[in-house]
C-alpha cells in the first residue's frame, strides 16, 4: 500500500511535496496509518486532534494517546476540545453535522495562524462508498453521486484510493497501534448500518466491487464536469447579473427541453430545497416569491430575479447634516454647492439649498409616500405610482431610498426629483447632489 500511496503523490497531488501538512488526526486506525505514511514518505507535518467530548473519558484517553504518540516521534501537535453537544443543541444541528462544522472551522483557522498550506484527512474508498449510498437513500442530485471530492481548496484526501481492508492489512503489517471509536460500532447512525451491513454483502456478490464502483465514480465524475460546462454556457445566454442581483430570463429559459436542470444547477448552492416550488415559480403569477435561508426567488413577470435578503437589523433612517459633502451609506451620494446646473439626471440633481431643511433624511420608501414630480407642473403622485410607471419589480422597489427634507420629498433617488426645490432664476445657493 506504501507504494500505492507514494505513487498516487506523485501523480496527483504532487504540489504537496515541500508544502507545510496538517494531518487530522483522530487516533483511529485510518488517521493513524495515514499518520504512518507521510512519516515514512519524509513529508514536513504536524498533528491536529480534536476532542469533541462526546464519549466521556474514552475521548480523553483518545487524546492522551495522540498526544504521547506526537511526544515520541516529536511531531509537532494541535490539540482543542469542543462542547459539541451544547453547539449542536444551540444551532439546531445534529450531533454529526455540529462536529463536522466544529472541525472544518478550526483546521482552517490552523492554516491561518500557524501557516499550514494543506489539511490532509483519511477518508477512503469504503468512506466514498458508504457516502454514495447515503446520499443515494435519500434521494440525491448528479453531485450526490460524485463522491468525496479528493481536494476540496485546501482540504486534501489522499486515500481515496484504498480500502479499508488494505488500511487494516498495513496497520497489522507495520504494527501500527490504534484507538477503537466504540461509535463504529453502533448501528445508531445509518452511515454505521450501511458499514456493517450493506457494503459486506455488496462486496460478497461481487468481489470486484470496489473497483467496480471506482469506475462507475470516475464516469459520474465526468458526467458532472459536462453537465457544468453546459450550466456555464447556457448561463451566459440566459442570466445576467446587476452586483449582488441575479436576473433570469424566462422567454430564453423556457426555450430550453430541460430547464428544470438548469435552474437547479444555478440555484442549488443558494441554499434552497424546494425545488418542486422553485419549478412551479417559473409559470405563477408575478410577484410570488420563494425564500431560502439566505436568499430570495421573485417571480417578475418574465424574469426571475435571486436577491440576498435584506438583514433585520440594518438602519432604515440615515441623517445628512449641511456640512456633510460625500455620504457612503447607505448608498453613495456626493454633495457639492455649484454656481449653476448642467445636464441634470436621474442620478444627478440641482436643488436650492435655501429651501432645505437640515439635517436631510435618507429612508426607504413607504407605501403612502407623495411627492411632485420634477416638471409636472405642481401634480402630486404616489412614490409607488412612480414604481409602476417605471416597471419596477419588486426587488428593484425594495432598493430605493428617499431624499427628505423635513416632511418633504427631495429627491426619489435614482429616479425622479422633486418639484418644489428646483433651482429657479432668483436661487442664490445652488447644491449639487449626485449618486454615485
Not at 476540545?81 to 449542536?88: H, I, N, P, S
Not at 462508498?129 to 463522491?147: A, C, K, V, W
Not at 430547464?259 to 403569477?285: C, M, N, P, R
Not at 437589523?313 to 441623517?319: L, R, V
Request: charged letters at 25%; a negative charge; aromatic letters at 12%.
Amino acid at each position: 500500500m506504501l507504494k500505492k500511496i507514494k505513487l498516487h503523490l506523485e501523480q496527483r497531488l504532487s504540489f504537496l511535496k515541500g508544502k507545510k501538512l496538517l494531518l487530522a488526526t483522530s487516533g483511529g486506525l485510518d488517521s493513524m496509518v495515514m499518520l504512518h505514511v507521510f512519516q515514512q514518505l519524509g513529508y514536513e507535518i504536524a498533528i491536529a486532534h480534536c476532542n469533541f467530548q462526546l464519549r466521556g473519558l474514552e475521548s480523553f484517553g483518545d487524546q492522551s494517546f495522540i498526544q504521547e504518540y506526537a511526544q515520541e516521534y516529536q511531531i509537532p501537535i494541535y490539540v482543542t476540545q469542543f462542547d459539541t453537544t451544547a453547539f449542536a443543541k444551540d444551532y439546531k444541528l445534529s450531533t454529526q453535522v455540529a462536529a463536522r462544522e466544529l472541525r472544518y472551522n478550526w483546521f482552517y483557522e490552523l492554516l491561518g495562524t500557524e501557516n499550514y498550506d494543506y489539511i490532509l484527512t483519511a477518508h477512503h474508498a469504503d468512506d466514498n462508498l458508504e457516502t454514495f449510498l447515503i446520499n443515494l437513500s435519500r434521494g440525491t442530485g448528479l453531485d450526490g453521486l460524485t463522491g468525496i471530492p479528493e481536494q476540496n481548496n485546501e482540504i486534501i484526501r489522499p486515500f481515496l484510493t484504498v480500502s479499508r481492508e488494505d488500511i487494516l492489512a498495513f496497520a497489522k503489517e507495520n504494527n501500527i497501534n490504534w484507538r477503537e471509536d466504540s461509535s463504529n460500532a453502533s448501528d445508531k447512525y445509518l452511515r454505521n448500518k450501511i458499514r456493517h451491513d450493506l457494503v459486506p454483502l455488496l462486496k460478497e456478490l461481487n468481489p470486484h466491487f470496489m473497483e467496480a464502483f471506482s469506475k462507475t465514480q470516475t464516469y459520474l465524475q465526468d458526467a458532472a464536469g459536462m453537465v457544468e460546462d453546459a450550466s456555464i454556457m447556457v448561463y451566459q445566454q440566459v442570466v445576467t447579473q446587476d452586483e449582488d442581483l441575479i436576473y433570469i430570463d424566462l422567454k430564453q429559459l423556457l426555450r430550453l427541453p430541460n430547464y428544470q436542470s438548469y435552474l437547479y444547477q444555478w440555484l442549488k448552492e443558494f441554499g434552497f430545497t424546494a425545488w418542486e416550488d422553485i419549478y412551479d415559480l417559473v409559470e405563477s403569477v408575478s410577484g410570488k416569491q420563494i425564500f431560502s435561508s439566505l436568499f430570495r426567488l421573485l417571480k417578475d413577470r418574465d424574469q426571475l430575479i435571486l436577491s440576498p435578503i435584506e438583514r433585520e437589523d440594518e438602519e432604515d433612517y440615515y441623517e445628512i447634516q449641511r456640512e456633510t459633502t460625500d455620504v457612503n451609506v447607505p448608498l453613495k451620494l456626493s454633495i457639492c454647492k455649484v454656481d449653476s446646473i448642467s445636464n441634470p439626471s436621474n442620478t444627478s440633481i440641482f436643488v436650492d439649498e435655501d429651501l432645505l431643511q437640515f439635517p436631510l433624511v435618507l429612508q426607504k420608501w413607504n407605501e403612502g409616500d407623495i411627492f411632485q414630480p420634477f416638471g409636472m407642473n405642481g401634480k402630486s403622485k404616489k412614490v409607488s405610482k412612480l414604481f409602476k410607471d417605471e416597471k419596477l419589480s419588486l426587488v428593484e422597489k425594495e432598493s430605493v431610498w428617499i431624499l427628505w427634507s423635513g416632511e418633504t420629498i427631495v429627491w426619489v433617488i435614482g429616479l425622479r426629483q422633486d418639484e418644489r426645490f428646483k433651482v429657479l432664476a432668483t436661487t442664490k445657493n445652488i447644491l449639487k447632489i449626485q449618486l454615485q
